[in-house]
């Protein structure tokens, strides 16, 4: 076999799929997993990724997400409440991404679930199924690096470890959730807390592995976390759903993929910009739509990522910098002090880290 392979199913790959799709290709997408599963995300799916999936006509409202155009963001006992400039949109990556991948199908790619890709040599894919030739290969798996096309990841920001958690919340806390996303700020981390479809809250984490390593399992960190007071009245009451948090570490922040060894990488192979911009999926869907471009258009993986390392790197570069400022007791202190000021700078910096209008508008997004 020798066509263009798609490797990880997940937005950035089914994105792809669908695109190369419409535009007369029959690309093959394998992916591990066999049927929906979750993912560790916060779920909170910007504009510019509404923009992507309504481009590929992909019907998103749909799946009944819950709409979100506020942002309370906590620390202690202070409160910092704004409008965002855009509405985003939660909804769970076990319905989205299952829903995306139908769709690549449904305009005819090839999708193979249940296949691992174990190692990559060139374009010789050695797969849990067998060996197989990729005449062009297109690496969309996300966080999980493949053997022999490992990311290069110095000089990223390491060391965190996110967990997520789904909770039945009380009439009360889902009230409060309507409409908003919450941003709870503490020593050593942050949270995420916000609706997603059938009025079900995610809470989405990030924390340092010194505090997580002080907690010692995550019993003790989330009733640390239930001890601040914003988290404790939203979910004091809470019931969880999973047996247990999904969890991830190293996600290697700030990276954006600089060599070029012939594949296209899309999604968090090709860069990852900090969680708290909410905008990891919306440059996902985005790689898809220059990669599945520049594919279409005979132009090679180098010349892709120049394309899309001027859409993302700067991007990356500012949500980077300001996780690492925002880090440290004293850098926090200074963000809050100015966004009390004037909480619609909040707005702007949320700006500064999204796929900017020009970039949508050379992807042939509206
Ligand atoms: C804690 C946290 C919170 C986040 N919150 C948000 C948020 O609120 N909003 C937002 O926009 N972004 C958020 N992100 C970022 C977002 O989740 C990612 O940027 C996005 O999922 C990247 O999409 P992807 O398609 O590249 O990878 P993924 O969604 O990870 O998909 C990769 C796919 O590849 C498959 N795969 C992996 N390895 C192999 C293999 N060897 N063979 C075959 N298949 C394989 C996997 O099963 C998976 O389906 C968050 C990230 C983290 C870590």
Not at 21 to 41: T, Y
Not at 58 to 85: M, Q, S
Not at 101 to 130: N, P
């Amino acid at each position: 076999m020798s066509g263009t392979i798609i490797v990880g199913g997940g937005l950035a790959g089914a994105a792809a799929a669908a695109r190369l799709a419409q535009g007369g290709e029959r690309p093959l997408l394998l992916e591990r997993s066999s049927g929906a599963h979750d993912k560790i995300c916060g779920e909170f799916l910007s504009t510019e990724a509404q923009a992507h999936l309504a481009a590929i006509g992909f019907d998103l409202p749909r799946l009944g997400g819950a709409p979100i155009d506020r942002l309370r963001l906590v620390a202690g006992t202070r409160r910092i409440e704004t409008r965002l400039p855009f509405r985003g949109v939660g909804v769970s990556r076990r319905i989205l991404d299952e829903a995306l991948l139908d769709h690549a199908v449904a305009a005819g790619a090839k999708a193979e679930r249940g296949v691992a890709v174990r190692q990559i040599d060139g374009t010789a894919l050695e797969t849990s199924a067998g060996a197989i030739d990729a005449g062009r290969l297109l690496l969309a798996t996300g966080k999980h690096d493949v053997r022999g096309v490992k990311r290069d990841t110095r000089g990223t920001i390491d060391g965190l470890i996110g967990f997520k958690q789904y909770f039945r919340v009380s009439a009360r806390t889902t009230t409060a959730l309507q409409q908003h996303i919450d941003v709870a700020l503490f020593d050593g981390g942050y949270a995420g807390l916000q609706l997603v479809e059938g009025g079900i809250a995610n809470l989405c984490l990030l924390v340092s592995r010194e505090r997580y390593a002080a907690a010692g399992d995550w019993p003790t960190l989330f009733a640390e976390l239930l001890r601040e007071p914003h988290l404790r009245a939203r979910l004091g009451d809470a019931q969880p759903m999973l047996d247990r948090p999904l969890t991830i570490s190293g996600v290697p922040y700030g990276f954006v993929h600089r060599g070029d060894d012939g594949a296209y990488r899309l999604g968090d192979q090709a860069g990852v910009i900090p969680s708290f911009s909410g905008d990891g999926m919306s440059i996902a869907l985005h790689s898809a739509a220059v990669a599945a471009r520049a594919v279409l258009e005979g132009a090679d993986a180098a010349a892709y990522h120049r394309r899309l390392r001027a859409d993302i790197a700067a991007q990356i570069g500012r949500a980077t910098w300001l996780q690492r400022f925002g880090w440290s007791r004293a850098g926090r202190a200074v963000l809050l002090a100015g966004l009390t000021l004037a909480p619609s700078s909040m707005a702007r910096a949320a700006a500064w880290t999204r796929v900017s209008a020009p970039a949508l508008a050379r992807a042939g997004v509206a």
